[in-house]
């Protein structure tokens, strides 16, 4: 299976700072036949269920903030907000979709500071 | 509105059985793949498993194989998880999650509901 690793495991961010978060996978994600990474981040607001962000790395989901940016390829990603807002606070996870079982990060958990 | 419900959750004892419903509502559920994907308390998100569009294609993370059952009847807009020999460790709330059409990530979840394994 492919251990996805997000850091840091929790972060506390000025309003309107940005905040950055890591997630690393085990294997290659990309897949050169079509030119797309399988990696998928959401957002999981407290007592809510996860919401899609972002996928094929740095795609925003329809309705998405665009202060909420993906980058990375191959194994090195990275979930960006660029101007933190109060109802940003949640947990944040990664998904790899390349190969069955798909596999989430462990979570990071941002805060205002 | 576009939106999924699960039920069925609740208390039961290790070693006993539930099963839970995910009834799908807004949109042409037969045209979706459905997951599976459980929440311990306080923990990360773990997959659990995959019904395909007539629910001859199942699929399940190794923890699961051979304990819990996905099922779908496309006429009641619903997806089943038969959950069989209980453990404590399988105490979470299991979300149905609605899979885009080809590939592996999820763009509508339900609210989820909570299984509680435990004596």
């Known amino acids: 299976d492919i251990v996805m690793t997000q850091s840091p495991d929790s972060l506390a961010v000025s309003l309107g700072e940005r905040a950055t978060i890591s997630c690393k996978s085990s294997q290659n994600v990309f897949y050169s036949s079509n030119n797309k990474n399988y990696l998928a981040w959401y957002q999981q607001k407290p007592g809510q269920p996860p919401q899609l962000l972002i996928y094929?790395?740095?795609t925003r989901e329809s309705g998405v903030p665009d202060r909420f940016s993906g980058s990375g390829s191959g194994t090195d990603f990275a979930l960006t907000i660029s101007s933190l807002q109060a109802e940003d606070v949640g947990v944040y996870y990664c998904q790899q979709y390349y190969s069955i079982p798909n596999t989430f990060g462990q979570g990071t958990q941002l805060e205002i500071k | 509105e576009v939106q999924l419900v699960e039920s069925g959750g609740g208390l039961v004892e290790p070693g006993g059985s539930l099963t839970l419903s995910c009834e799908a509502s807004g949109f042409t559920f037969r045209e979706y793949e459905m997951n599976w994907v459980r929440q311990a308390p306080g923990k990360g998100l773990e997959w659990v498993s995959h019904?395909?569009?007539?629910?001859?294609?199942?699929y399940y993370a190794d923890s699961f194989e051979g304990r819990f059952t996905v099922s779908r009847d496309n006429a009641k807009n619903s997806v089943y998880l038969q959950m069989n020999s209980l453990s404590v460790d399988d105490t979470a709330v299991y979300y149905c999650a609605r899979k885009v059409v080809t590939y592996w990530y999820f763009d509508l979840w339900g609210r989820g509901t909570l299984v509680t394994v435990s004596s």
């Open positions: 094929w790395a740095s």
């Open positions: 019904i395909g569009y007539s629910g001859t294609t199942r």
